[in-house]
């Protein structure tokens, strides 16, 4: 069965810190591995990461996936308190019957 | 808004009472999911579609629960008989056809059964 894995479940840190999260999969047919922020409501996409080694960044933030060891982190650097959320991957599988199989997300609290 | 939608946003109902959900994704995506979020947990998945035909349903989608797309556009999540564990978040996301597999999400329905 499809496994998502992260860690820590939840995170408190202080404005400014460097955060790593950690997401590892079991993930039959893979075919990418995807971040999301939720906050209050829907998850919004933030990476999708296909390729082993090549760093996707957005400000901020930064993911990279390990393909060989089935990984993939997400660091948030100068943290803010708008960081603070439920940060999901998911592993997404191809083929006819693909979909996203989510791991149970980390909660991040930044304080000020 | 071009994103995809959802209505109604909250439902509160009586157990035993059915609700149906409705999802509308983004124009030109041809793959719609339905997921299940209950507090502290990642969304589930319940059922995929692609255009019109239902691909996959996960176990957890009991007899209670059914899902239709039509035509191909927009969605209905229906729950017959709804028990309080049916109270949760039910997302909806679309993705456009094969090359692109980012899903995007809609705002959601909570429920709340009492």
């Known amino acids: 069965e499809d496994k998502v894995v992260q860690s820590p479940l939840s995170l408190v840190v202080h404005e400014g810190d460097t955060v790593t999260l950690n997401c590892s999969y079991e993930?039959?047919?893979?075919?990418?591995l995807l971040w999301y922020k939720q906050e209050k409501k829907a998850p919004t996409f933030l990476f999708m990461l296909t390729s082993s080694g090549i760093e996707k960044k957005s400000g901020r933030l930064s993911s990279i996936l390990d393909k060989k060891e089935l990984f993939s982190i997400l660091n948030i650097t100068a943290t803010q308190t708008g960081d603070s959320a439920i940060y999901l991957c998911a592993g997404y599988i191809t083929g006819a019957n693909s979909k996203l199989t989510f791991g149970k997300g980390i909660t991040l609290s930044v304080r000020p | 808004d071009t994103g995809v939608s959802q209505d109604p946003r909250h439902k509160i109902t009586k157990r035993g009472q059915n609700v149906t959900f409705r999802c509308d994704p983004i124009s030109e995506h041809n793959r719609l999911y339905w997921y299940r979020q209950t507090l502290g947990q990642g969304p589930e998945f319940l059922t995929y579609f692609q255009n019109e035909a239902q691909l996959e349903k996960s176990r957890l989608l009991s007899d209670r629960f059914s899902a239709e797309r039509p035509k191909g556009s927009f969605s209905t999540l229906e729950i017959q008989r709804t028990e309080q564990g049916d109270s949760a978040m039910y997302l909806c996301a679309s993705s456009p056809p094969i090359g692109g597999t980012e899903a995007f999400f809609g705002q959601g329905t909570r429920l709340t059964v009492v």
């Open positions: 993930v039959t047919n893979f075919r990418s």
